[in-house]
């Protein structure tokens, strides 16, 4: 897939709505010095190429108790493509992953990202459910402490 060409506009509201996406399309207009129609023009269209993928609340881990955060790299026992679905669609379920991103460069094929309330819940986590996943064959953890920053491509 190609990168999409756009203008120094298109990337500023990008950057508005990634650090505010309910940022009122009036002071969006204001900071890109446009009135507001080609505003909403702009965004529809960013919308429909697909830039824009939709609208999310983040959420405070640890305001919700979940006070640990955990890289989990998974390796898999077949490099097939009927296995790697099971596993991708299997790891969907669990609430406790936050993202799961299939790599290359390591000797494991996915690395997961992983929020818990604490240790105890974290091993259940592990030994009960994702140790029992078909196909999984070997789990490396990583303690995060302390995440610097998270954000969206713009």
Do not use: W
């Amino acid at each position: 897939m190609n990168a999409i060409n756009l203008d120094p506009i298109d990337h500023k509201i990008l950057k508005l709505l990634t650090d505010n996406a309910r940022l009122a399309i009036a002071d969006i207009s204001e900071q890109v010095n446009l009135s507001a129609t080609p505003v909403i023009r702009r965004i529809k269209r960013l919308e429909d190429m697909g830039v824009i993928t939709g609208y999310h609340a983040h959420t405070s881990a640890r305001s919700l108790g979940n006070t640990l955060s955990v890289f989990v790299a998974v390796s898999m026992d077949k490099h097939t493509a009927e296995r790697f679905g099971e596993f991708e669609n299997h790891i969907k379920t669990f609430d406790e992953v936050v993202s799961c991103s299939l790599v290359t460069g390591r000797s494991e094929d996915y690395l997961l990202k992983v929020v818990v309330r604490d240790m105890s819940h974290y091993e259940e986590f592990l030994l009960h459910r994702l140790s029992k996943i078909d196909g999984v064959s070997q789990l490396h953890t990583s303690f995060e402490l302390r995440e610097v920053f998270s954000r969206g491509a713009v």
